[in-house]
């Protein structure tokens, strides 16, 4: 079978590796991919939004499969457009995706199906969020823009001037664009973080190992929020109990009540986590592999990722085996560039991966790379992700920055202090 994975980022060099593995694939295609997929898979110079080329394709080229990876074709009914083309494909329909498309769906339909959230209240206008603020009492919240913002467009704040001018910038400088024609402030929740996804075909939901992000920019969970500067699988934050906990009040009642909404769920349900002293509390979910949770948990899989995803398509998951996994905890370090979240300077020389690549339980995926004149160079500002297994978090830890160590380009830098978060717990 010919597969054909949509996207350019880590996630899809990720799925690109993985997939490759399995016996049953013939050939694997990246639209538009990176300087990494091109090692795993060919790459295809067409945008990860462009529908219509993308169908055009997967014709001419006898596509058994499309696996979309990013939330902006998903949200745009790109699953949809494939479908009503007779061509198979793995991801949420536009109306499931809206989950993540839109914060004020997802907040209310978390509401509705009374799963566990923040308390929020949701605004049309930056002159609404306002007048809201000023009635409240000084109290920590959370400021996001209803639309996706890569990642970027949820502000914690620890107080009302910081809200203000969260919502200024949403509202008045627009810098998400139209992602902030509505707003949505919470309360802040306190406790761990973690990332919970799960695989379902919209009846049977499949757990997989719970992983830990790191969205602030620097170390200590400081600076601005990213799209994801690491990650760590699994986390001892859940356990067995706490996941059982967690299926039961979130992932069970948001697909039973997108099923009787008539939005079925299929594809990749990322539930982002507090762990709170009151128990799980959703933050957000996403829709599809997180970037950087994709990386460590592929890692670790030992399933042959094409048969789960067929199984989703064909919604028999209830037919698979349980999935395999190497006991080996996974650590994946992001190397950005510099400036990043803001405005970094693209084009540099990436030098020393040959050398990361030697070092044994070490994968280097690209996000943000391309090769200009046979050289890779950074294009994204998340340019790699750097990742190891290891017998335990600190040595897996240990592993991935030996392999950042051998890494260099100009004004590259990465968090030093991922996974540390796991060392507190037993």
């Known amino acids: 079978m010919n597969v054909l994975i949509v996207g350019n980022g880590g996630r899809e060099h990720a799925l690109a590796w993985k ?8 050939r694997v295609f990246v639209a538009p991919g990176n300087a990494g997929t091109a090692l795993e898979a060919d790459n295809v110079d067409i945008p990860a939004t462009d529908t219509a080329r993308i169908i055009k394709f ?44 839109s914060k004020v769906f997802c907040k209310d339909m978390l ?16 002159k609404e969020a306002l007048s809201f603020l000023e009635d409240r009492e000084e109290t920590p919240l959370v400021v996001k823009a209803d639309g996706l913002a890569a990642g970027k467009g949820v502000m914690v704040c620890s107080g009302r001037a910081e809200a203000r001018e969260a919502v200024e910038r949403i509202a008045g400088k627009r810098e998400f664009g139209d992602a902030g024609n509505r707003i949505v402030i919470e309360e802040r929740l306190v406790g761990q973080e973690a990332s919970v996804l799960a695989i379902t075909d919209g009846r049977t939901i499949i757990t997989l190992p719970a992983a830990q992000d790191h969205k602030a920019a620097y170390d200590n969970d400081e600076g601005p ?9 699994p986390t001892p934050v859940v356990d067995d109990a706490l996941m059982d906990r967690i299926t039961e009040l979130v992932l069970v009642p948001t697909v039973h009540h997108m099923k009787r909404a008539r939005r079925p769920f299929k594809g990749v349900l990322y539930a982002g986590l507090m762990i709170t002293k009151q128990g799980p509390k959703v933050l957000e979910y996403n829709v599809r592999f997180g970037d950087p949770e994709c990386q460590p948990l592929l890692m670790r899989l030992k399933t042959d990722l094409m048969d789960i995803m067929e199984a989703t398509v064909d919604g028999r998951l209830d037919e698979l085996p349980p999935l395999e996994w190497d006991p080996r905890p996974a650590v994946c370090v992001v190397m950005a560039s510099e400036g990043y979240p803001g405005h970094y300077e693209r084009g540099h020389i990436i030098r020393g991966l040959d050398d990361a690549a030697k070092l ?11 090769t200009i004149d046979g050289s890779v160079v950074n294009t994204g500002g998340r340019v790699l992700g750097v990742t190891a297994l290891g017998d335990t978090i600190s040595q897996a830890k240990l592993q991935a920055y030996k392999a950042v160590k051998c890494i260099r380009w100009q004004g590259a830098w990465c968090r030093k202090d991922i996974s540390d978060k796991a060392l507190g717990h037993g």
């Open 225 to 233: 929020n990213t799209g994801g500067m690491g990650a760590y699988c």
């Open 58 to 101: 997967a014709k001419d080229n006898g596509i058994g499969l499309t696996v979309v990876g990013p939330e902006a074709p998903l949200v745009a009914g790109m699953v949809d457009a494939l479908q009503d083309a007779g061509l198979r494909a793995f991801g949420p329909s536009k109306a499931a995706a809206e989950l993540e498309g």
């Open 111 to 126: 509401r509705h199906a009374d799963v566990p959230t923040a308390d929020y209240h949701t605004f049309r206008d930056g």
């Open 360 to 370: 044994p339980d070490v994968k280097v995926f690209h996000a943000g790379t391309s």
């Open 19 to 26: 997939i490759a593995q399995s016996p049953r694939v013939e």
